[in-house]
């Protein structure tokens, strides 16, 4: 079963401020993505990446960076949140399969920014 | 890029009932389907895949049907139970190493 692992759990932070959400899996996939989750949005990409280096933007990248130092880990950073950026965010991988791959997702971290 | 539409956003049914949630998507080169449950609280976990046209997947009690030409999705559930009732989210891909679509949501009560 992959294991995706994502800290913290919880986090509340204030307007302005920086905020780090990290991953970790220790499956050896290749592929890594940021979600967040809104209701009546479900779940839309904000970041991507193939490996160790890379990031893509997904579909809400704005005001969002991300940094995938290695094959295991994989940061999403808010520079300066805002309260907009109050969701539940889910780090995911799966195994390069050229679009067919099973997603394993972490447990979530919910974000409140006030 | 890609436009994944779900409906119904919320789907309240008696057990035993069937129960159906539909995808669209919007993209001609879509070519990987999946269907996701959440449990309340929980993160989300594969419950189906379907990748050939017209094709019938079925396990769990679920079926999935897809329809490339009318680019539809349905995840159908014959006779639900309360342990069904779940967030459950489409995904969409192409077949190419990109980054799945999800859509909305539909919010899936079971009744006793």
């Known amino acids: 079963e992959a294991a995706v692992t994502q800290s913290p759990r919880n986090k509340v932070a204030v307007t302005g401020g920086k905020v780090t959400l990290s991953c970790n899996q220790t499956?050896?996939?290749?592929?890594m993505y940021w979600y967040r989750q809104d209701t009546g949005h479900g779940l839309r990409l904000i970041h991507y990446s193939y490996g160790a280096g890379s990031t893509e933007k997904g579909d809400i990248p704005d005001g969002y960076k991300a940094s995938r130092p290695s094959q295991e880990n994989f940061s999403l950073i808010l520079e300066l949140a805002t309260p907009s950026q109050t969701s539940v965010y889910f780090c995911?991988?799966?195994?390069?399969?050229?679009?067919?791959?099973?997603?394993?997702f972490g447990s979530g971290t919910r974000l409140t920014v006030l | 890029g890609e436009q994944v539409e779900q409906r119904p956003p919320h789907l309240s049914v008696r057990e035993g009932d069937s129960a159906v949630i539909t995808c669209t998507y919007t993209?001609?080169?879509?070519?990987?389907f999946f269907w996701y449950k959440q449990e309340p609280g929980a993160s989300l976990q594969l419950l189906m895949k379907?990748?050939?046209?017209?094709e019938i997947n079925e396990g769990q009690g679920f079926t999935v049907l897809l329809n490339k030409k009318d680019k539809r999705l349905s995840l159908n559930l014959t006779a639900a139970h309360p342990g069904d009732s779940a967030a459950y989210f489409c995904a969409v891909n192409r077949n190419n190493n990109n980054a799945p679509r999800f859509g909305a949501g539909t919010k899936l009560s079971v009744k006793p």
């Open positions: 993209d001609p080169n879509s070519y990987y």
């Open positions: 499956n050896n996939h290749n592929n």
């Open positions: 379907v990748f050939s046209s017209t």
């Open positions: 995911a991988s799966g195994a390069a399969g050229g679009g067919a791959e099973t997603l394993y």
